[in-house]
């Protein structure tokens, strides 16, 4: 059992830079892939990235390719969302996600494969407003 806690979102204006923490917590973050998801009002939610166990491989959407950066660090089972350049259609509400578990099989798998695969535990979402 994972579980997570978002936090560092908020209201910030077009232009602006956010950083999102997840926190996992139990000794077994570092064998699970993250992903960041969001989903905005009367939308579906949509994938904003992944990162792969170890932290060498990202994956991004293209809607935030560019502007947005995903790291973790597993000696404090964290994973970030470091949001730059923000537009009015990044509002959402976003949330961090544990996907697939190392393992021999998974570990062969490119990072877009994993990004778009099965996420067994959620956060509860945190809110990220941007303004015009």
């Known amino acids: 059992q994972v579980q997570l806690v978002e936090s560092g979102g908020g209201l910030v204006q077009a232009g602006g830079s956010l950083r999102l923490s997840c926190v996992a917590s139990g000794r077994t973050f570092s064998t699970y892939a993250m992903g960041w998801f969001r989903q905005a009002p009367g939308k579906d939610r949509e994938s904003v990235g992944a990162?792969?166990?170890?932290?060498?491989?990202?994956y991004y959407a293209d809607s935030v390719k560019g502007r947005f950066t995903i790291s973790r660090d597993n000696a404090k089972n964290t994973v970030y969302l470091l949001m730059n350049n923000l537009k009015p259609d990044d509002t959402a509400v976003y949330y961090c996600?544990?996907?697939?578990?190392?393992?021999?099989?998974?570990?062969?798998?490119?990072?877009?494969?994993?990004?778009?695969?099965?996420?067994?535990?959620w956060g509860q979402g945190t809110q990220v407003t941007v303004s015009s």
């Open positions: 990162i792969s166990w170890h932290g060498a491989n990202t």
């Open positions: 996600a544990a996907g697939a578990p190392f393992s021999p099989w998974t570990s062969t798998l490119d990072i877009e494969t994993i990004a778009k695969g099965k996420y067994d535990y």
